[in-house]
């Protein structure tokens, strides 16, 4: 296997494992994980791109674009880290079953 493959590979295994934890698992922090895994492998999928294949130059513009979304992704998840302990402090649960409507 090309070592070029592996990469790009790599980050679409990680993004299929994270969609798959993500449908399936009902714990709100498991779900979570998942949306970071699934963003890792979007991140090294970019990366994979910018690696220089033929031509000797690599194209910045993906690199940066990862830099962001890693800041991105760190405060997201802060975010849903704060929503979830405030789910949980209501409801008693970290789940998001099927409510009851009242």
């Known amino acids: 296997m090309n070592t070029l493959l592996l990469y790009p590979l790599t980050g679409i295994g990680l993004f ?13 922090l498991r779900k979570l994980l998942a949306i970071n895994i699934m963003g890792s492998g979007v991140f ?9 294949g033929i031509s000797a130059q690599q194209d910045p513009v993906p690199q940066a674009m990862v ?4 800041v991105v992704a760190i405060s997201a998840t802060a975010l849903a880290l704060v929503f ?10 970290a789940e998001l ?6």
Do not use: D, R
Not at 85 to 92: D, Q
């Open 44 to 52: 090294l999928l970019l990366v994979s791109l910018s690696l220089p």
């Open 84 to 93: 979830m302990i405030k789910i949980a402090a209501k409801t008693g649960k």
């Open 16 to 28: 299929c494992i994270g969609l798959y934890a993500l449908i399936l698992q009902p714990h709100l």
């Open 67 to 70: 830099i962001t979304g890693i």
């Open 97 to 102: 079953s099927n409510l009851e409507k009242e």
